[in-house]
């Protein structure tokens, strides 16, 4: 059944090449997600760390088909994926993890706080809800420049029970803001499943009431993503409103490092409905799809998880050799040093 | 007495005053299904239930507002945020709706209601995670704001909070959850608010602090006892009612004063405190009131610049000894 989703979704125009850039960077995401709990537990890193094992699909279906720079994305904690999809350097996403002068932050920001403006990521934000509402003004100043951009904006299921992000969402659809929300419903904040938390479990009809449209899509699949993207991007730049994507998804490891999954089945999920949701691991899914037309061979596949590996081994390595910011920088951009 | 954590003693507090009074309930993220964040609330859901412990989604505006709301009908709800950093959008519903009600209302309206939660700087949870914004509380009129520093306290406050008829604002502390202390078992210990404990008598200089402060305070003090300065160490418990009689008794004797916090520095509330002594105990001093705090930054991710803009014993003590210089 997952197959004959593909088939349809990858109907047409998708190349060889292209696929196989999808492959690879969803096999990079999940290499580097799992090098970083490594990485944690021998001390490396610190605070949280929010992995998106399982959800691959919804970035790489999605962030090569913006235009970057030029469109703008805004993300939640669980960021690793998106800087690492938006192009910036595996190195400095890790040294970033890592707390060292050379992240992408410098070392202020830290895992839930990864950003790179260059590319158009407007960073990982640490507060459920809080991206929703600034994608708002980003929208808004896209629509006051009258250029054909969209801001894409993610944002969790537990989210959507925040205030702001109605406040926000009913602006959007009230100045007609050229924003792609993607709802990363992966069926539990924390460890409250959606069931437990919302009256209504239609979010596609909660933005509508704001008089945005939207659809419900399968996030397992990169392909069905993908398509789904290409032609609601379309749709925004023609129109320049805002547009709502839930999609489906399922995180297969805990929230954060603090959650690890023996307590997460304890509390609030089973093991049994994990394996279900691994029979449709979207790397997996990729593969077979692509072994099954033989435009990937084994050791094609094998060829590229080597390469992977060796991209997260050196992003260690570098961010492991460099240095902590300097002691002096505790006080700089506090504020910006220079003025207009 | 026995021995407990801060976490269990304040479990214990709240299990206590859901038996006392059933017009008492728990609101908030993770509390009763999931065992609570930092399982202040495990094990409660299933011994009173999903309406006296009851979960809520990720809304803290409307935790904020339910949790008023019932208590201006007369129920006395304590709502636990899950930290206290994601309390700023719940901010108007305190600030403008819980803290002025009895007062707009010409005290016709009481609003017994306890908002809870861990603060802590620490842990490399970066800018978003690490406040605690306590002077922002306490600068508010119509809000009591506790903080306790041990198990004991954290229990006996705890059960005045609930039992005051105006709104709490409870701040309890990550890093001092796990730790340990003699705890009265008696259902009917309380602490009341306003009466700071002098934790450790010394008579060089007066050393303020609440909270995980008390702590770092009380090793400094340690340290600094080696070279012969002792330290009057003052735990406040309650920054709102605020006893300054304990600390300005205490000035009078050390004459010189160190007033600590943990937060940002700058118009935080040592800063009222070290008016206060300014204001009451002027011919008292024989060196200019020193404060202690965070440096006023958001919070930095790396390990070494946290550790920089966190107040730590070393920061306590150049302080003490600049008012003895
Ligand atoms: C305003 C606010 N409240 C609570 C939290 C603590 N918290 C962090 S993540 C999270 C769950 C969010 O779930 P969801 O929106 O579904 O995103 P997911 O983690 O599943 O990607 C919670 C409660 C927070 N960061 N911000
Ligand atoms: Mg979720």
């Known amino acids: 059944m997952a197959k004959a989703t593909i088939e349809e979704a990858a109907s047409g125009d998708i190349q060889r090449g292209e696929l196989l850039a999808l492959y690879r960077l969803m096999v990079l995401i999940r290499r580097f997600e799992e090098s970083t709990y490594r990485k944690f537990r021998e001390g490396k890193m610190g605070g949280y760390l929010h992995r998106y094992d399982g959800q691959e699909a919804l970035v790489a279906g999605v962030v090569p088909q913006l235009r970057l720079p030029g469109d703008y994305i805004l993300s939640t904690y669980r960021d690793h994926a998106h800087a690492l999809a938006c192009g910036t350097d595996p190195k400095a996403v890790m040294a970033e993890l890592m707390g060292r002068v050379t992240g992408c932050a410098g070392g202020k920001g830290g895992s839930m706080h990864l950003i790179d403006p260059p590319r158009g990521f407007l960073g990982g934000d640490g507060i459920v809800g809080g991206p929703v509402p600034i994608a708002t003004g980003v929208g808004f100043a896209i629509k006051y420049r009258g250029t054909d951009n969209v801001c894409v904006c993610y944002f969790g299921d537990g989210a959507m029970n925040q205030g702001g992000v109605h406040e926000a969402m009913n602006m959007a659809g009230l100045y007609k803001l050229p924003i792609l929300y993607i709802l990363e419903n992966n069926q539990y904040a924390m460890g409250t499943s959606v069931l437990r938390s919302t009256g209504q479990m239609d979010f596609v009809l909660k933005a509508e009431a704001h008089g945005i449209r939207g659809e419900k899509i399968d996030g397992m699949d990169v392909l069905t993503v993908r398509d789904a993207v290409r032609r609601v991007l379309e749709r925004i730049r023609q129109t320049g409103e805002p547009y709502f994507l839930e999609m489906t998804c399922y995180r297969f490891i805990g929230h954060g490092i603090g959650d690890d999954n023996t307590q997460g089945y304890k509390f609030y999920r089973t093991e049994e409905e994990l394996e279900t949701w691994k029979q449709r691991d979207p790397i997996t899914r990729l593969h077979d799809y692509l072994i099954a037309r033989d435009m990937l061979s084994e050791e094609e596949a094998e060829t590229i998880e080597q390469e992977v590996r060796r991209i997260v081994q050196e992003a260690i390595e570098f961010a492991e050799a460099s240095p902590e910011p300097p002691l002096d920088s505790l006080y700089e951009h506090v504020f910006v040093d220079h003025q207009e | ?325």
């Open chain 2, 1 to 325: 007495m026995a021995v407990m954590r801060y976490q269990e003693a304040l479990r214990l507090a709240m299990t206590e005053e859901m038996e006392r009074d059933a017009n008492v309930f728990l609101c908030g993220e993770e509390i009763g299904q999931y065992q609570g964040t930092y399982r202040v609330t495990e094990g409660l859901q299933q011994k009173f239930g999903p309406m006296r412990v009851l979960d809520t989604p990720i809304s803290e505006v409307g935790i904020a507002g339910l949790a008023t709301g019932a208590a201006m009908v007369g129920l006395r709800p304590v709502a636990e945020f899950m930290t206290w950093s994601f309390a700023l959008s719940a901010m108007d519903q305190i600030v403008n709706h819980a803290a002025k009600i009895t007062y707009m209302s010409g005290g016709r309206i009481r609003c017994p209601v306890v908002f809870r939660g861990p603060v802590g700087r620490g842990g490399q949870l970066s800018a978003q995670h690490s406040m605690s914004l306590e002077s922002w509380y306490a600068h508010t009129p119509g809000l009591k704001v506790v903080a306790p520093a041990t198990p004991a306290d954290v229990k006996g406050l705890f059960k005045t909070a609930v039992r005051d008829d105006n709104p709490v604002i409870f701040m309890e502390h990550t890093a001092l959850y796990p730790q340990r202390g003699e705890v009265p078992e008696d259902p009917e210990f309380t602490i009341p608010f306003g009466v700071a404990a002098v934790r450790r008598e010394g008579a060089d200089v007066t050393v303020v602090a609440y909270s995980h402060m008390v702590g770092v305070c009380l090793k400094a003090a340690d340290l600094l006892a080696q070279e012969g300065i002792e330290c009057e160490v003052i735990d406040l418990r309650t920054l709102v009612p605020l006893d300054m009689e304990t600390v300005l008794t205490s000035v009078r004797k050390t004459n010189r004063a160190v007033v600590t916090q943990e937060e940002w520095k700058n118009v935080g509330f040592a800063a009222e405190v070290a008016a206060r002594i300014y204001e009451q105990a002027f011919d008292y001093l024989d060196a200019p009131v020193e404060r202690v705090g965070g440096a006023d930054v958001p919070m930095p991710y790396a390990r070494n610049l946290e550790r920089a803009a966190i107040p730590h014993e070393s920061d306590v003590i150049e302080a003490v000894r600049r008012t003895m210089s």
